[in-house]
């Protein structure tokens, strides 16, 4: 019994490794379907755009890498599907240099046919110098984006013709993988008074509430959980729902990973105390 | 000239942006302006740092030729192959596109993906009970986990009897939900308030080239 | 000829548009102008192309390519329900719709003088109305050109649209009902926006920051000119000592990470610290320190330290500069990397003082399957968690500032803390004394922390 | 013809990827050099179009804006570290860049997030969650509060403060499993999905 208790504490990694694969890929080959329930910070972010008039801009900040593709680019496609379909125009820019062509590929897929480059929405793609290109853009746009991504100058898109500075965006989004949330509400949504809505990685999400508490961000999109929740408001099936299933059984085997460890670790420490007393 | 004026002028561009803060009047905005435009302009340069060490380090390792020198082979290719395609394409060429979809984007995103299994093994190994903080975390952790994902609602409302479902609709949810809006934020809005005093403080050495040790990379 | 007929079919045909009864719900008019066709009018107001045909069907009209010019266009609700009232009842209630009241405009205060605030009073029929439109002219005869809209129940606007300082403005507002009938306000004006020379609203912040730099000055002053600050015990800082001890009884080495910010970073500067003590004390007992850095800048400034701490022992000769190496500025295959050397040299204790990313998991997993004493400090928050599970010691946050105040009792760290410190007392009490007075209704505290 | 080979290259590349999950090997290796590589090339073509083409030569050539080369010499200073006898001059593209952050950051960071987090922290004594959030706050202020040993009364309120903490961190512990299983899953979607079609 004994044996067996330390042979598990210290089971080859690797073993542990196929368990995650395996709860991972079988999921996704046969689907359970596990019903989303949303959140209210979720649901502030829908709400706030479901309520903007038509016509009116939002600015999106694709403030991340190909690493979180997988947690940020489903709450990406949701958010522009959801502006899309409203007829809000969207206003696409990253502060992570590589970022620059994923907001491209992005903003092309979301729009499909329901959106088109220069009337509906318009990709700045990516600047250098972080705080002080949010802070400038709060004066004028096109002082750090002349051209839009492709290098077309701005002033020859319709679009922006009405927008000038963050006093013509309704509202403007972060997505994020790292800390610029920080940067937009310090440097952007105080300033100019925007509010600002936060999609982020998992990883960063609980380290928001402070500001949700204030009201600095409206609404809160956290990880493939809160993409999932978009996704259902928004009525699309997409990668963050298909994974749900797969993220359920993977967070019970870790829950259980822990609880085993534990486990043993407490019968070992059990069986050491009572050799020392002897 | 080596090191009064760097300070002198690291002193006036801090004091600018913060005159132009409390005082939104003409000059001091015209002056806000261009400072940024050129603090933008100056940023791009940035680049060449990282660049160059780089550079120098594989290169040694080629030079030397060092059992790592294939590999550097391939850093050099690499990079060659997307500058050269993405300067001459232009960066929404099709060209571009390609290999940061194929050849970038799917190595970094596998690379974190990594993480997925470290974070198992993690948790298997070293998240122990020990001490009373410990097990804290680790009941905090295990309550979000259950709750975040959708199995956790699907479970409690397929076990509990329809007086608790009355009750909590969605217990784990709620659960959750209160510790990232009440402990969670509270202790989160602590570090905050202290980590902001720190910056600032950091801010105020530097505008004083009290702390100047960007200063050592030009010795 | 032909030019003439087509002229004749022109007129016949808005004759025969302009005939349509107008008899069912409305959202609202267009007037035609060139190049406008239905299939975008229904995408603009359906969101839906295809739905021109009940435009065209309700108009009554004939073929949708050949729309006079300025015909009114009556665009109806999608179920386009049939209502009782003919165009000229519609046209009587748009009389009887009440405009805004009592407009005014003035200069935004604390701005530099590029926006205009209007006010009014709502509409007696506000519940009937859509939304408000802003209108603004140079001259108070003509030329408005809307500038913005609020919806209903809304009676302030702030104009920041294209205004010039010291130009002279006129304001008036439009209100729209759901079927886009529309009345307007008297005009307003003129009014000038103006720039002010301090900005009212952040006069606290100013005071703030003022007493914040002043104290943590006084604080470094002090310490500069050898005042001694006490620093209460950290856990964790006993335990260099003796990690360092373990490692020298068991004859192995030291890995000391610094993260992987550069050299400006607050977390790396106080990494430096503790490392210059660790570097020190390891130079005494002849314990080699091993130090792969990722980035250039921070690696020659590590080599500094430990040389300097093998001068300060008096063992320059046990200085192995090869010890201390720039591995590569990728964060994976730095990893990868340092994870190696941690298998490979299994050393006894492992330092990571410094800002982390994700890879702070792999690296702490690792060291800790090899068994060494670890010890971490950290002001990354969302690596902590990882670090509190797999290390024997953290310092969390600003105890990792603490402690290389604390080592190296350099009087910059020192007095920079205390200054930090009586500041947080400031705030501990401001606290307690607002909350206390909040919760009998006085607002002096929570008025100082609240920003317009 | 081009999507079917790319989806090929990256199934291959992210399979050499996951060779590193049983151990260190040639085909990790050659992954992670060429991700190295092309990364950089990414950037650099990036900071070309982006920045130096769009901030520096469309100004110049379509605006005849010519004082955009004067943050631009200062900028070409970062080139001073190659050349030992002028590599003081690096610092005033540094100084310039550290001043403008500095000062732009002092009264910024003091009034998002020191004003309105204590700003939303006065509240009154009136809900449960309010008097835990006022509490927690202080508890976890004076934790961090260096000045006194933590003793008596005083080491009680800080080891309430570092339940607080290690609540907190708890939860983002939790919170991360969830991030980290997602890129799995995106890479897993990805090779069953684009690369072999197995999953719709």
């Given at each position: ?20 694969a ?43 890498d190909p690493a979180a593709l997988a ?208 | ?101 194929n050849v970038q984007v799917p190595m970094q995103a596998t690379m974190f993906s990594l993480l997925a299994f ?102 | ?331 994976f ?120 | ?8 290259i990256a199934a291959g590349l992210t399979l050499c990827v996951y060779s590193f999950l ?5 085909f990790y290796?050659f992954a992670e050099?060429l991700y ?144 980290r299983?997602?890129l799995l899953i995106g890479r897993a979607y990805f090779l069953?999905?684009d690369w ?5």
């Amino acid at each position: 019994m004994a044996d067996f208790i330390k042979k598990i504490a210290n089971i080859d990694r690797r073993y542990i490794f196929i368990l995650i694969a395996l709860t991972v890929i079988i999921p996704l080959l046969f689907p359970i379907g596990m019903p989303v329930t949303e959140t209210k910070e979720v649901m502030a972010v829908y709400d706030y755009i479901e309520k903007l008039p038509q016509g009116s801009a939002i600015l999106v900040a694709m403030d991340y890498d190909p690493a979180a593709l997988a947690e940020v680019y489903p709450m990406t496609l949701a958010v522009f599907h959801h502006a899309f379909s409203r007829k809000i125009k969207v206003v696409g820019m990253t502060l992570w240099n590589t970022g620059a062509a994923l907001g491209e590929l992005a903003m092309r897929e979301a729009a499909g046919d329901i959106a088109r480059v220069g009337e509906d929405y318009v990709y700045l793609g990516y600047v250098v110098g972080d705080v002080n290109v949010i802070m400038r853009m709060g004066e004028d746009i096109s002082a750090v984006y002349p051209t839009d991504y492709g290098g077309k100058p701005l002033a020859e898109s319709p679009m922006m013709k009405g927008i000038k500075n963050y006093k013509d965006i309704a509202l403007i989004v972060d997505i994020a993988a790292g800390a610029t949330p920080e940067l937009w509400v310090a440097y952007a949504g105080d300033m100019f008074k925007k509010d600002i809505a936060v999609g982020c990685t998992a990883v960063s999400a609980v380290g928001y509430y402070p500001f949700l508490n204030t009201k600095q961000i409206i609404g809160l999109i956290g990880g493939m959980k809160g993409a999932a929740e978009y996704e259902k408001l928004v009525k699309s099936r997409g990668t963050a729902t298909a994974g749900m299933d797969s993220q359920s059984i993977a967070h019970i085997l870790i829950i259980l990973l822990i609880i085993i460890a534990n486990i043993s670790y407490f019968v070992m420490r059990r069986k050491d105390k009572l050799l020392k007393k002897a | 000239m080596k090191l009064r004026v760097p300070l002198i002028l690291c002193f006036l561009c801090g004091l600018l942006m913060i005159v132009q803060f409390f005082i939104p009047h003409p000059p001091f905005t015209n002056m806000y302006e261009k400072l940024l435009d050129w603090a933008i302009i100056i940023s791009i340069f940035t680049i060449v740092i990282g660049l160059s060490s780089l550079i120098k380090l594989h290169y040694t390792r080629i030079a030397r030729k060092t059992p790592e020198r294939p590999y550097s082979v391939v850093v050099f290719v690499g990079m060659a192959v997307m500058a050269t395609v993405g300067i001459i394409n232009g960066v929404n060429g099709k060209e571009f596109e390609w290999l940061f979809k194929n050849v970038q984007v799917p190595m970094q995103a596998t690379m974190f993906s990594l993480l997925a299994f470290f974070i198992a093994s993690a948790a298997y190994r070293a998240f122990r009970a020990r001490t009373l903080e410990a097990t804290l975390m680790l009941v905090a952790a295990i309550v979000v986990m259950f709750a975040r994902v959708p199995i956790g609602s699907f479970l409690w409302q397929h076990i509990m009897p329809d007086s608790v479902l009355q009750w909590r609709e969605n217990l784990p949810e709620d659960v959750a939900g209160w510790i990232f809006n009440v402990p969670s934020m509270a202790a989160r809005r602590a570090i905050l308030l202290g980590v902001s005093l720190g910056a600032v403080a950091t801010s105020l050495k530097i505008m004083l080239g009290i702390e100047r040790s960007y200063t050592g990379s030009g010795e | 000829m032909i030019l003439l007929m087509g002229l004749a079919s022109a007129g016949s045909l808005r004759a025969q548009i302009e005939k349509r009864d107008v008899n069912f719900e409305i959202l609202g008019t267009v007037t035609m102008k060139k190049g406008d066709i239905l299939w975008n009018l229904a995408r603009r107001y359906y969101g839906d192309p295809l739905k021109w045909t009940l435009i065209k069907e309700k108009n009554k009209i004939p073929d949708e390519r050949t729309i006079p010019i300025g015909i009114v266009i009556y665009i109806p609700t999608v179920e386009a329900k049939k209502i009782e009232k003919k165009v000229e009842e519609i046209i009587a209630e748009k009389k009887a719709f009440a405009p805004v009241t009592s407009v005014t405009a003035s200069d935004t205060p604390s701005d530099d003088g590029k926006s205009v605030t209007i006010t009014w009073e709502l509409s007696p029929d506000d519940d009937k109305v859509s939304q408000y439109e802003i209108l603004r002219s140079s001259t108070a005869s003509g030329g408005f050109e809307p500038v913005g809209q609020v919806p209903a129940k809304t009676n302030q606007y702030v104009d920041e649209r294209d205004l010039i300082r010291g130009n002279e403005y006129y304001y008036k507002v439009r209100a729209t009902d759901k079927r886009g009938i529309s009345a307007d306000s008297q005009v307003f004006g003129p009014v000038k926006p103006v720039a002010q020379w301090f900005n009212e609203k952040y006069k606290f912040i100013g005071i703030a920051a003022i007493v914040f730099c002043g104290i943590i000055i006084y604080c470094i002053y002090h310490a500069r000119r050898g005042q001694e600050f006490f620093v209460r015990r950290i856990a964790g800082i006993e335990a260099v000592d003796e990690a360092i001890g373990r490692a020298t009884e068991m004859g192995r080495s030291i890995l000391f990470l610094t993260g992987l910010s550069g050299i400006g970073s607050i977390s790396t500067l106080a990494g430096l610290n503790i490392l210059s003590r660790v570097a020190r004390r390891a130079a005494e007992y002849d314990t080699p320190v091993l130090i792969p850095a990722c980035d250039p800048f921070v690696m020659v400034v590590e080599r500094e330290i430990v040389k300097g701490a093998h001068i300060d022992a008096g063992k320059l000769d046990t200085y192995k500069e090869d010890n201390i190496y720039f591995v590569s500025d990728d964060q994976f295959a730095y990893v990868a990397a340092v994870d190696g050397l941690m298998l490979r040299e299994r050393p006894a204790a492992i330092f990571y003082m410094g800002y982390f990313f994700a890879e702070s998991l792999i690296l702490a997993e690792t060291g800790n399957s090899t068994g060494a004493i670890q010890i971490a400090g950290t002001d990354s928050d969302t690596q902590l968690p990882f670090f509190i599970a797999a290390c024997d010691y953290t310092l969390i946050g600003e105890e990792l500032y603490a402690a290389s105040a604390y080592l190296s009792r350099e009087p910059l760290l020192l007095g920079s803390l205390k200054g930090q410190d009586w500041s947080k007392l400031v705030l501990i009490a401001a606290i307690v004394v607002g909350v206390i007075l909040e919760s009998f209704g006085i607002h002096w505290v929570s008025h100082f922390f609240s920003v317009p | 013809m081009g999507t079917v080979i790319g989806v090929w290259i990256a199934a291959g590349l992210t399979l050499c990827v996951y060779s590193f999950l049983y151990k260190d090997n040639p085909f990790y290796k050659f992954a992670e050099h060429l991700y190295v590589g092309v990364s950089v090339g990414y950037t650099i073509a990036i900071t070309w179009h982006q920045a130096i083409v769009r901030l520096i030569w469309y100004p110049i050539k379509s605006e005849g804006n010519y004082t955009v080369l004067i943050p631009t010499v200062i900028g070409l200073l970062m080139f001073s570290r190659f050349i030992p006898k002028y590599r003081w001059l690096i610092r005033y593209p540094l100084a310039f860049m550290i001043g403008v952050s500095a000062g732009a950051s002092i009264p910024r960071t003091m009034r998002s997030f020191v004003f309105e987090q204590m700003g939303a922290t006065l509240a009154p004594f009136t809900t449960v969650n309010a008097i835990v959030i006022i509490i927690g706050v202080l508890v976890t202020l004076i934790y961090f509060y260096f000045s006194f040993e933590h003793k008596g009364p005083v080491g009680v309120v800080s080891k309430v403060g570092i339940m607080f903490l290690m609540v907190s961190f708890g939860a983002g512990f939790g919170y991360t499993v969830m991030a980290r299983i997602s890129l799995l899953i995106g890479r897993a979607y990805f090779l069953l999905h684009d690369w072999l079609h197995i999953v719709r």
